[in-house]
């Protein structure tokens, strides 16, 4: 069974900071691009960061580029976005996503976490 579970998430205030993880299991993780993505109350979903399988190239949105950093362990099947200097704008539910984009194809996601970030 393919899973990706997410954590970490929760409620930070402006200029702080969390660690979200995903744990992946089911697929072969190191043969997966991932990424993370995300979708804030009464919006589209929006894509914030992705690397490659073997994590040497990550790729950043705009908005969180210089804030966030993504990395990945396929020796742990796990992925993890760091996130600094947070802002009311990043709050949303935050998806893990595996794809592979070579047969044979998938796309996997996870059942997110919340991030909420309020005074």
């Known amino acids: 069974e393919v899973q990706l579970v997410e954590s970490g998430g929760g409620l930070v205030q402006p200029g702080g900071s969390l660690r979200l993880s995903c744990v992946a299991s089911?697929?072969?993780?190191?043969?997966?691009?991932m990424s993370w993505f995300r979708q804030a109350p009464g919006k589209g979903l929006e894509w914030v960061s992705g690397l490659h399988h073997s994590g040497s190239m990550t790729y950043y949105a705009d908005s969180v580029e210089g804030r966030f950093t993504i990395s990945r362990d396929n020796r742990k099947n796990t992925m993890a976005l760091q996130m600094n200097n947070l802002g009311p704008e990043d709050t949303a539910v935050y998806f893990c996503n595996a794809r592979r984009f070579v047969t044979p194809t998938y796309v996997y996601w996870g059942q997110g976490t919340q991030v909420t970030v309020s005074s």
């Open positions: 089911g697929f072969t993780f190191s043969s997966s691009s």
